[in-house]
């Protein structure tokens, strides 16, 4: 099993462009997270979904976009790029909240200049 | 104050010392997590914990609900643990969001 597959691992973006970070899994997984990781400090959760169709905002929404079609893809959309949104971004899965274990995904790092 | 605390932030070892890491938390939870990430690497998950004690190899995560504590010990370390060690909690009644401390680099030494 490939687990969690996050690309592109590298991008620069512009200022105001946009771009869409994708995330797939094949463990069948019902939830689905997004996190950025800043310097110095702890990981911070974008937006999650439990399950196909259902998404729901985290404690840094703004500036981001999901959708959940498939039980295999969480895509994040990020539209009008703003250097606060240089960070590293991880999606993350869950079979079942909340005794399971996390499978992470080998993150995106993302430059907006 | 953030609601998951690690101590210490930094820590230097020397090869084939035992180490211990701590994490507190101020929330009520479901889970607490033991993470690891290298450098420029992904997190994979170490332990999950929601009560007593988990060994893997030479890792030991313990946890103590009353005092809203946990540890992670490495016994007879080796550089190839070189790494930043998090520790995140589910929240009771959350959708399984973790809340993360901002880790300890850990460096061990040859």
């Known amino acids: 099993n490939a687990g969690v597959t996050q690309t592109p691992k590298f991008r620069i973006l512009k200022i105001g462009q946009s771009m869409t970070l994708q995330c797939t899994q094949d463990m069948n997984h019902n939830y689905m997270y997004w996190y950025r990781q800043d310097p110095g400090m702890g990981l911070k959760l974008i937006y999650y979904s439990v399950g196909a169709g259902i998404t729901d905002k985290g404690e840094v929404p703004n500036g981001y976009n999901v959708s959940r079609s498939t039980t295999e893809d969480f895509p994040l959309r990020l539209e009008l790029a703003a250097p606060s949104q240089t960070s590293v971004y991880f999606c993350a899965s869950n079979r079942e909240t909340p005794n399971y274990g996390y499978t992470f995904g080998s993150g995106t790092r993302l430059t907006v200049v | 104050k953030n609601e998951v605390e690690q101590s210490p932030q930094n820590l230097t070892a020397q090869e084939g010392e035992f180490i211990t890491i701590n994490c507190s938390y101020s929330?009520?939870?479901?889970?607490l997590h033991w993470l690891q990430q290298h450098p420029g690497g992904g997190i994979v998950s170490l332990f999950m914990?929601?009560?007593g004690k988990k060994k893997h190899g030479r890792l030991i995560a313990t946890i103590n609900i009353q005092e809203k504590h946990s540890s992670l010990h490495i016994t007879a370390s080796h550089p190839r643990d070189s790494a930043v060690y998090i520790c995140?909690?589910?929240?009771?009644?959350?959708?399984?969001?973790?809340?993360f401390g901002k880790g300890t680099k850990l460096s061990v030494k040859p």
């Open positions: 929330v009520g939870i479901s889970a």
């Open positions: 995140a909690v589910t929240k009771g009644g959350s959708q399984g969001n973790l809340i």
């Open positions: 914990l929601s009560s």
